[in-house]
């Protein structure tokens, strides 16, 4: 069984309680899961009406009738929702995103995106890990709460739209406009990187989003070798070729214990250039994403990439490169000091048997705006599933892993709020 022994491992009837709210409900969390998964949530081009309505039916079939739809857009609905104690105390927020990435080559899927399929141990479906198990053991979590009834301060769920592309719809409004108020936030993007429920992430790095132009001179491609003539493309390739060889060097960072790889530079993320056959091209672009580690700012990230192109436009005349800037999301990190800290460890030892490392994120999360807007602290990262088969072909997570982070969740809730 696979809360065998717990009971055991726990010290208080209160604990005992919500574990056994979570145990009675294993294949029901699994269940829920799998109707979240089913239910279209794509962004872009985002729209998160139809799964908006499937939690809260059942927040509200779980008898949890505090709960709102704040939405800035009525096609972007962001799910906030309360459950509050009998007497006053602190708040603890979890909070996670209920869109998914497209499912993108429909060809390397083996099973539909949408259709919840077990294999093995191995729960498939698009947004699985990334992270509509970690939405049910959230509203499972606040449940056993609500069914435990007893217990100081608030719990409250943030799960919002829109993170998959920006967050504008979503953490990012919902922090400018005072929806986000705790003490204390816990996201539940996958903890795993190379294992699930691998790491407690302090830190979310930050991801600084931008294209480079470049021109070079459009003319009837037949007469290129007779007059002088700039191919905006093979501009543009080695241009990008180099910023993959020497951009790290050119950015200013303080190296951090969580953040052993330093900033990652993606180059070439995407990438257009030319016309048509018969024309010569004169403009191409590339976009990149840099992930920054804590302390970098984005208008040193913005200058460091202007230093860089400035360099390279000094040393071959021919070139013509202009940065075009999109966004930074700055990264965020949380004391280790924190109580969550300690309250996510041991709910993990006496559900998983073992104290997940405390580790940094490797992409950004919304914390970046939950915490650096809304001024409350962020676990950027502590949920099922797996990094790296998020936004892939065949996502996966563990078929067990909705049930055990509902587990997790709300023994830690119940730690943290009680403590």
Not at 10 to 29: K, N, W, Y
Not at 76 to 83: F, L, Q
């Amino acid at each position: 069984m696979l809360f065998d022994g717990i009971d055991q491992r726990l010290q208080t009837a209160a604990q005992r309680h919500v574990a056994a709210f979570v145990t009675a409900r294993a294949d029901e969390i699994f269940e829920f899961t799998c109707d979240l998964i089913r239910t279209h949530s794509v962004n872009p081009p985002g729209n998160e009406v139809a799964v908006s309505k499937v939690i809260t039916d059942r927040l509200a079939a779980l008898g949890i009738d505090d709960y709102s739809i704040a939405a800035c857009e009525p096609t972007r609905p962001n799910v906030i929702a309360h459950v509050t104690g009998t007497s006053p105390g602190a708040t603890l927020m979890f909070s996670g995103h209920i869109d998914t990435k497209p499912a993108g080559n429909m060809d390397e899927w083996k099973t539909d995106p949408w259709t919840p399929t077990v294999q093995g141990d191995q729960l498939i479906g698009l947004g699985s890990g990334d992270m509509k198990g970690a939405i049910a053991a959230m509203i499972y979590a606040a449940a056993a709460l609500h069914d435990l009834g007893e217990f100081p301060g608030k719990l409250s769920l943030a799960l919002t739209s829109d993170e998959e592309n920006g967050s504008t719809y979503g953490a990012k409004w919902l922090a400018a406009e005072g929806h986000i108020q705790a003490d204390v936030c816990v996201i539940g993007e996958p903890a795993g990187v190379h294992e699930e429920w691998e790491s407690i992430h302090l830190v979310s790095r930050g991801a600084a989003l931008f294209k480079v132009i470049v021109l070079g001179t459009q003319m009837h491609s037949s007469i290129s070798d007779q007059l002088p003539a700039v191919n905006a493309t093979l501009k543009m390739a080695a241009l990008a070729l180099k910023m993959q060889r020497e951009m790290r060097d050119y950015l200013t960072f303080d190296e951090h214990q969580y953040c052993r790889f330093g900033p990652t530079v993606n180059v070439g993320v995407m990438a257009q250039a030319g016309v048509t056959y018969g024309v010569f091209p004169g403009r191409a672009e590339f976009a990149s994403d840099i992930r920054t580690v804590p302390g970098m700012t984005e208008e040193q990230v913005k200058a460091d990439v202007q230093r860089f192109l400035d360099a390279a436009m000094a040393e071959d005349p021919e070139l013509d490169a202009t940065l075009e800037w999109y966004l930074m999301v700055e990264a965020t990190e949380i004391d280790g000091g924190n109580r969550i800290v300690r309250c996510l460890a041991d709910a993990s030892q006496q559900v998983l048997g073992r104290t997940p490392r405390l580790d940094a994120f490797p992409g950004a999360t919304d914390a970046g705006f939950i915490q650096r807007a809304a001024g409350v602290p962020c676990i950027a990262s502590f949920g099922p599933g797996f990094l790296p088969r998020a936004h892939s072909p065949n996502e996966a997570m563990h078929k067990d892993g909705a049930a055990q982070a509902a587990m997790i969740y709300a023994l830690s809730a119940l730690d943290y709020l009680g403590s």
